[in-house]
C-alpha cells in the first residue's frame, strides 16, 4: 500500500493460473519479464485473486478486500509488443463461487464500482497475440473521496513532463480507455476522459474553463486517433485557437451534435494511424485491439515541435 486508498499489487509468483508452457519469465525488482511467441490468444497469461484456498491454490491472496457499491479507479502499468495485444478481465464472484458480473479492460485504466452482490473477485490479464511483456503492477485507488461532482469530464495529471517544452499536448481518451505506451512519444501529455455526453455545449465550455492555466503556460495542441475523438479535437482546436492533429476518421453525426461541420480549419494536421504487422493470429484479434495504438503514428518530433 503505497497512500492511504491506495493499493499497488506486483506479480511476484507463479501459481496453477500463469501460463508456462514455452514461456520465459523473469522476476525483477519492479518489473516482470514475459515471452511466448506461441501462446495462443484468448489464454490467460497469469490471474490475481482476493481470496485462496492454500491446499487448492497453493498461492496465498493478492488482491485486496473492497468495499461493495464503491468506486476504484485500477490502472495497469505494462508495455507489450504489440500494442495493445494483451488485455484484462474482471471476474466479480458471489459467495457460492457463481458469477455475478465482469468487466473487460482494453486499456490502462478503467473505473470499476464493486457490485453489491461480490462476494469476491479475480483480475485475469489475458494474451491478444502478444510476442512479450513488460509488466510493472496494479495501482488500486478508491476514488470516491476525490471526486468533483460538479466537473463532467475528468483531466489526468500531465504525463511525460518536459519543463523545456512549450507546448502541451491533450489527447481526447475514447470509450474503450488508451494503452499508456501509445503516448509516451508525447511530451507534456494531458488525457481527457468521461467526455461523451448528451450536452456537448457543456462539455465544451467546462473544457475551455479547466484549460485556461494550461492555455497560459504553453502551446496547446489537441489530438483525436478515432471516429470521434477526431471531432473532439476539432471543436476544441476551433474553439481554442489551437492545433489539432488527427486521423482520417470522421463522424458526421457527431460534427453536427459539436456544431463544427461547416468549420475552416487551418490549424489541421492529419496522420496516418500506426499498423503492427497484420500476422494471421494477429488479424484473428483485431477487432479486440484497442485503438489508441493509433498515435503511435503521430510523429514525436512533429507533435513535440509544435507540428504545423
Known sequence: MKEKNQFNIRWTQITKDTFMYGSILRFKPTETLFENELMPSGIVLHEWKMM???EKDTAIPT???LKKNQTYRFK?????KPVGSIYFKIIFKRRNGTVCKYKIIKGHEEEITMPAEAFSYVVQMI???SRSLVFRQIVIQDVTYKRDPSHIVELSDMHNVDSSSQFATVVFVEDKGIQLEAI???HNCILVTKWQHPHMRAVINE???RLKAYHERYILQFVGYDARSNEMAYAMGAQMDASVFVTPLRHPEFQKQLGTTDTVFNGVALYQPYEDEI???LHLVAPTLNQSH???GLDAQWINGGGL
Open 127 to 129: 494474451n491478444a497475440a
Open 294 to 296: 493509433h498515435l503511435l
Open 76 to 80: 495497469f502499468e505494462y508495455e507489450v
Open 184 to 186: 509516451r512519444h508525447m
Open 207 to 209: 473544457l475551455k474553463s
Open 63 to 65: 488482491m485486496p478486500i
Open 52 to 54: 485462496t484456498s492454500y
Open 279 to 281: 500476422t494471421p493470429a
